[in-house]
């Protein structure tokens, strides 16, 4: 990770599937083109399929969902640090962004912990409340 110099936000680096990451220079910067309330709802969604998937320990692809829908909840935290907001506000999105990965890393482990993916994923509901409890 790399953080700007002008907001001391961390960003992410970016995981790319091919092995040409970033060269696309005639792209313009990110704007956000929803309100938060937009994201918020996939937020929930995606926090929901999580959850089912942790509690569902007899499912075939318990850890791959578990993964794919910490990355969704990781990436939409990622596209709130770049909304015109408190910097508070950016920094909460950022926190999240991290736990979010950090979860789905560790559903990815060679031999994944269910007491460290029970931890993750209540550490990200914290991190979820610790915004919405805010006045942001």
Not at 60 to 69: D, F, M, S
Not at 81 to 92: G, N, P, V
Not at 102 to 130: H, I, M, N, V, Y
């Amino acid at each position: 990770m790399t953080s700007t110099p002008s907001s001391g936000i961390t960003e992410p680096t970016a995981r790319q599937e091919g092995d040409k990451a970033n060269e696309h220079p005639e792209r313009k910067p990110f704007q956000p083109v929803v309100e938060v309330s937009s994201l918020m709802a996939g937020h929930g969604l995606a926090f929901g399929k999580v959850g089912d998937a942790l509690s569902n320990k007899e499912a075939e692809h318990r850890l791959k969902e578990i993964g794919k829908w910490s990355d969704v909840v990781a990436e939409l935290s990622n596209v709130h640090t770049r909304y015109d907001r408190e910097r508070a506000y950016l920094e909460m999105a950022a926190a999240t962004r991290t736990i979010a990965l950090e979860l789905a890393g560790a559903a990815r482990a060679a031999t994944p912990d269910e007491a460290a993916l029970e931890t993750l994923f209540k550490k990200l509901d914290r991190s979820c409340e610790a915004c919405h409890d805010s006045d942001y």
